[in-house]
């Protein structure tokens, strides 16, 4: 006979909920209005969009409850709250570039925005537990609507994107599985914060088998954060994706991705264990060195952008290495800053967006078709040449305070031994960047021009598109001045929960 | 006066930003009056500047990123004043003797948003944002050579951006640290310059910091082994590119060793002054060689240029009053008479299309003004007495005399050396012959070339005769620098040396 369970309302702590219930609503309502109207135009969806995640961020910046809810499966600690604002925010602004001019197939679908709002409450799932059950249902949620939604593109490239994306994604899933069981099995608990508590009273008991479970994760996130090894399918996926898209991908799946990686490697991190310290160690080093290497022979500006964002991973990669307060607020700072500055680089290929394949025998994202724009377009030619440096980490601009900050916290390790070995690392892997991301700059400021350009440039841009470029733009130029309140910000939010 | 430095340093990038809506045919005369007016304001700068004060003066403050002691600060000083003048100085002069016809505009808003970062690079007292100005000044430059450039220019300029890049990013690693160190000292973050200068660091330490911070400053010097992007720099750049990079952007190289590496780390200055005078020998006397065997004017003049900046490295490290003094006056003449040196190539580029000395003869014949002003400029960079290069030449060997006289002598065959190859240049293309008709018409300077280059040549008369109008000033500052590394040294050695090496001319106790 089971008992009978009497929950008050009260004590499921519904505001935990509430932010992503909004999310989800948004999405359903999406789906009615197409229902009963089948003729509405795509900007009417994108408004809806904005507005249900304008709600979804009110709700979580006025958050003001317990940490814990729904049987303590919920936890909004700082850093999810942190996690959530940043998210939906960077959310808002990739939806508004469904704003271009060409009419494109997967806007013609409401579905699109639907699975758009779904994946964005996926990942405020994953931010918002420490259960590795909820964080499961969290990552499967949004990663089967963003499989779906790079499908709905309607390119001979998109397929195979598509099919490589779901295929490794299902071979990430199965690892996060394993890696549960394997925690589960060892301690009897799924939630993080006992199984860490567990794990430090046992002194690391069955240590052959935690590490097996750290490697599963390892797999399983590092899939998802697109680490070497585990990158592989990131340019193909960009390739096949919008540029707007490849944007979104780029910077807001992984925001969620650090945060659990946060949560689950703190344990090992703060309990200095040598094994997970060199796994990462290694990870991250090859990570930002390969993606930056193999950034160097790419043509293609949206490949490039595809290795560069591999690492720029493993500079964050980094900071969970470090483990100390100033890395963890370097993260969001991080990275808060490289998505000014990636959003722009994005936004400029999605202006520019042609509906050929190819022009001239070249790919409308070839770097050989931005040779010469500083003829055509000065202005253009000048913001995205700003973008660049700035993804760079050339200052005054935005990446540069991040690069600057995490640095510093690397020098600032003392904990650790190998703390200066890492800070020279990741500066000479700023100096290697340099290189793919000035090439650009050098096509378009110092070569001649191809005549095909016309039809090019500013095929797809519209004056919304063009006002966010403009924000992002001085957003970049003048984040010396952003730097302060974000840190401010960001530390009350990482204190409050103890990282 | 309240904000003189903040004007200096903002005005030229807000007249760039402004120059925008400027129509391109009018540009020429905007960006002239632009660094006409900011010759000015560093001209009043230096009437209200206190020669008798040896501390930072006319110094703001403002945080910028407070939680981690970041803040725009800035304050002047003995050394950093007359760079600035002569920043100021010479990028005017490049703007009156600019010859290139495409593109204007776009090329003078770059220069003047790369006069911002120069004049900031001088003034700014707080590590990171000197690190910012220091880093943002590669662009501007980097877009000079590259659309401007000669044949090889995408090559040159990425080189020159690489390598500079890379040099600083180790220096930023070590400024980090410092700042780190400062944290723990004190308890609270700080990048400020003056605030570092109080700190004392143990001897390991400062050897790590002096190496980190090497790395920026010589590959921007150049130093040898560092300085292979130099010539290619040069060889490609247009001219108003060349006058820059030769007159300021390598002196803030040198000032770096100045500003931060000595008074920072006294003890590793002192421990590391034989490697740096071996190298600074190097590049005296192999690239005078490299530069004899040159076929190209301007790359004759580049080669010269790394052979005189090892002169400017080995009088900062001879750590006393001349050496030091004489380095910096050094670093204002050669600004001064280099650039003059590439603006007169520029000039004979233009109107023959070559920089082969093979090409010329006879200049002297057909351009008797521009020969007699390139003597003057030629005699200057010998290190003529009486000119404004022999002074800080002078100064810079008699303060290495006493670290080491046998060196100095190696280091004087640099007058040697340096008179050989420009008066064999000066031989083959002016005198001789004049039997190349195309040499025989060459039309002679005048009207805008003369305006730029007659004040550089009352310049370096003046300055060579009376050269205490500069001197005087800065021997306040720099035995205040000197004071603080004897007063920061930590190992007695290093103060006992200190104080040998500043005994020239005292009456033996």
């Not at chain 1, 009963?36 to 249900?52: C, E, R």
């Not at chain 1, 006025?62 to 729904?70: I, L, Y």
């Not at chain 2, 003048?85 to 600019?98: Q, S």
């Not at chain 2, 204002?332 to 580029?349: D, K």
Request: net charge neutral; with cysteine; charged share 10%.
């Amino acid at each position: 006979m089971i008992p009978v369970i009497s929950v008050d309302f009260m004590e499921l702590n519904f505001q935990t909920l509430a932010p992503m219930i909004v999310a989800l609503l948004g999405a359903l309502i999406i789906i009615c209005i197409d229902l009963a109207n089948k003729h509405l135009d795509k900007s009417l969806y994108i408004m809806l969009t904005v507005v249900f995640l304008s709600i979804d961020i009110a709700l979580v910046y006025g958050f003001s409850g317990a940490v814990r809810g729904f049987f303590d499966i919920m936890l909004v600690d700082g850093i999810s709250i942190l996690a959530q604002l940043t998210l939906l925010i960077l959310s808002i602004a990739f939806v508004l570039l469904a704003f271009g001019k060409q009419k494109l197939q997967e806007y013609r679908y409401p579905e699109y925005f639907a699975l758009y709002l779904f994946a964005v409450a996926g990942f405020q799932f994953m931010v918002s537990s420490d259960s590795l059950i909820m964080i499961f249902v969290g990552l499967e949620t949004s990663s089967i609507a963003i499989y779906t939604m790079v499908a709905m593109h309607n390119r001979m490239k998109t397929i195979e994107a598509a099919i490589k994306y779901f295929t490794m994604g299902a071979l990430a899933t199965a690892f996060f599985t394993f890696g549960a069981m394997i925690f589960y099995a060892v301690t009897g608990t799924v939630e993080l914060g006992k199984v860490s508590e567990i794990l430090v009273t046992s002194d690391f008991n069955n240590y052959a088998l935690i590490l097996m479970g750290i490697t599963f994760m390892l797999g399983a996130l590092g899939f998802k954060l697109s680490l070497v090894p585990f990158h592989s399918w990131v340019p193909d996926v960009y390739e096949g994706s919008t540029a707007a898209f490849a944007g979104f991908l780029a910077v807001v799946p992984k925001i969620a991705a650090f945060v659990v990686v946060l949560r689950i490697f703190e344990i090992f991190v703060s309990a200095e264990d040598t094994y997970v310290q060199t796994a990462l160690y290694i990870i991250a080093v090859v990570t930002m060195t390969m993606g930056n290497l193999m950034a160097l022979s790419q043509t293609d500006i949206k490949r490039m952008l595809a290795f560069s964002s591999i690492s720029h991973a493993g500079f964050v990669l980094c900071a969970i290495l470090i483990g100390t307060t100033q890395a963890t607020i370097g993260i969001f700072v991080y990275w808060i800053l490289f998505a000014i500055a990636n959003l722009g680089a994005f936004g400029i290929l999605w202006i520019n967006r042609n509906k050929n394949s190819s022009v001239n025998g070249q790919s409308p994202n070839s770097i050989h078709a931005y040779a010469g724009l500083v003829k055509k377009s000065p202005l253009l030619a000048a913001i995205m040449a700003m973008f660049m440096l700035s993804l760079a980490g050339v200052p005054p601009f935005s990446v540069f305070w991040g690069k600057l900050y995490l640095i510093g916290a690397a020098v600032n390790a003392d904990h650790l031994s190998f703390n200066m070995y890492l800070a020279l690392i990741m500066a000479l892997n700023s100096a290697i960047a340099v290189y793919y991301y000035v090439k650009p700059v050098v096509y378009m400021f110092f070569k001649e021009g191809a005549e095909v350009q016309d039809e090019v440039i500013l095929s797809n841009s519209t004056t919304m598109l063009k006002t966010l470029l403009g924000i992002f733009a001085i957003l970049s130029i003048g984040s010396i001045f952003l730097v302060e309140p974000l840190i401010e910000l960001i530390s009350y939010y990482v204190q409050i929960s103890g990282y | 006066m309240e904000h003189i430095l903040s004007i200096l340093i903002f005005f030229p990038a807000l007249a760039a930003t402004v120059g925008f809506v400027v129509d391109k045919n009018s540009i020429r005369a905007y960006a002239l009056t632009v660094t006409a007016i900011e010759f000015v304001l560093s001209l009043v700068l230096w009437y209200g500047f206190d020669t008798q004060n040896p501390l930072m003066q006319f110094t703001e403050f403002f945080p910028l990123i407070a939680s981690y002691g970041i803040s725009y600060s800035v304050g002047v000083d003995g050394i950093s004043l007359f760079l600035v003048i002569m920043t100021t100085l010479m990028t005017m002069i490049a703007v009156i003797g600019l010859s290139e016809k495409r593109d204007l505009k776009h090329l003078l808003i770059t220069v003047l948003y790369l006069e911002m970062t120069m004049v900031a690079v001088f003034l700014v007292l707080d590590a990171i944002i000197f690190y910012t100005f220091w880093e943002l000044s590669l662009v501007p430059m980097f877009y000079i050579v590259g659309a401007w450039g000669g044949k090889l220019r995408i090559y040159s300029t990425l080189k020159f951006f690489l390598y500079t890049f890379t040099g600083s990013l180790i220096m930023l690693v070590g400024m980090l640290y410092l700042g780190y160190v400062y944290f723990q000292t004190t308890g609270h973050w700080s990048f400020n310059l003056q605030d570092w200068y109080m700190l004392q660091l143990p001897f390991s330490m400062q050897l790590w910091l002096f190496a980190a911070f090497f790395f920026g400053f010589a590959i921007k010097v150049p130093m040898f082994p560092f300085h292979t992007w130099l010539p290619y720099a040069h060889g490609q750049a247009p001219t108003i590119g060349s006058v820059i990079l030769a007159a300021v952007l390598l002196k803030m190289g040198t000032y770096g060793f100045i500003r931060f590496s000595l008074p920072l780390f006294p003890d590793a200055s002192v421990h590391f002054t034989y490697p740096m005078a071996i190298l600074a020998l190097i590049a005296i006397v192999y690239t005078a060689m490299v530069a004899y065997a040159q076929e190209d004017m301007k790359q004759v003049i580049a080669y010269s240029s790394v052979s005189h900046m090892g002169v400017i490295i080995l009088g900062t490290f001879a750590l006393n009053v001349e050496g030091i003094g004489g380095s910096v006056f050094l670093m204002i003449s050669h600004g001064i008479v280099s650039g003059a040196l590439f603006m007169l190539v520029g000039m004979i580029y233009e109107r023959r299309h070559t920089k082969m000395i093979k090409d010329f003869g006879g200049l002297a014949v057909s351009m008797p003004k521009f020969a007699t002003i390139f003597a003057v400029m030629l005699m200057a960079s010998v290190g003529l007495p009486l000119t404004i290069g022999f002074v800080g030449e002078f100064l810079s060997l008699l303060g290495f005399f006493r670290v080491s006289p046998i060196l100095t002598v190696i280091a004087g065959l640099t007058i040697i050396f340096g008179a050989v190859y420009m008066l064999v240049m000066y031989k083959k293309s002016f005198f001789g012959p004049c039997d190349n008709p195309e040499n025989q018409k060459l039309e002679d300077i005048k009207g805008r070339e003369m305006v730029a280059l007659i004040p550089l040549v009352a310049l370096v008369i003046i300055l060579g005769i009376y050269p205490k109008v500069i001197l005087a000033p800065l021997d306040s500052t720099v035995s205040h620098l000197i004071e603080t590394m004897h007063t920061k040294a930590i190992s007695p050695a290093t103060k006992a040396r200190i104080l040998e090496l500043n005994s020239i001319g005292e009456v033996k106790k």
